[in-house]
């Protein structure tokens, strides 16, 4: 069971829900934050990285296109899509590159260093991502894999602009940059 805040959208509730159906959790997504950030934020902590996946959560076309690409992953797994689409997705061909153009939409909202974070993630695979790109599993999760790198991507360069005064509802303590620490 999910639970919610009362202040949320019906269309962020329906996002949330089908991102829990389809086994990912908001933890998971602040996991992502986490190994791409800790390097730089000494005193950063979950509950940090857990906040940005929220607020990025909260933006109606990242909702948009969860949904768009969950969508398309349960037809192609219920074989709902007309060939040759159908297989492309089935088999998330490595050609096949409209479920990164997806993500894309999601990267930039908050800017270029979300972009680097992509493609160093989708590249990474760690944590969740691989079990969501596990094509042995019988689920498909092409567009489901790079959306949820795409929202720990965007929540990280959110977090970088936050300490960077970008975003003042943020705070972390310190930044550690080659070795040295800043206040």
């Excluded at 962020?12 to 998971?28: I, Q, T, Y």
């Excluded at 909702?63 to 007309?82: F, M, S, W, Y």
């Excluded at 479920?99 to 944590?127: H, R, W």
């Excluded at 975003?167 to 206040?183: A, F, M, R, Y």
């Amino acid at each position: 069971m999910i639970l919610l805040p009362k202040d949320i959208s019906e269309l962020e509730k329906s996002a949330l829900s089908w991102l829990h159906k389809r086994g990912v959790e908001l933890e998971d997504i602040a996991e992502l934050v986490f190994y791409l950030q800790a390097k730089y934020f000494k005193d950063l902590t979950m509950e940090d990285c857990r906040f940005n996946v929220e607020r990025v959560l909260k933006k109606r076309e990242v909702q948009h296109a969860i949904l768009t690409g969950i969508q398309l992953d349960v037809l192609a797994e219920q074989n709902k899509l007309a060939a040759p689409i159908q297989d492309i997705i089935y088999r998330d061909e490595n050609m096949y590159g409209i479920d990164e153009v997806i993500a894309l939409s999601i990267v930039n909202v908050y800017g270029s260093i979300g972009f680097t974070s992509y493609g160093y993630i989708d590249k990474q695979k760690p944590g969740i991502l691989k079990k969501l790109n596990d094509h042995e599993s019988g689920s498909v999760h092409t567009f489901l894999d790079d959306i949820v790198g795409a929202i720990a991507a965007a929540a990280s360069s959110r977090l970088a602009h936050s300490f960077a005064g970008d975003i003042p509802e943020v705070t972390i303590k310190s930044k550690e940059t080659d070795g040295e620490k800043e206040e």
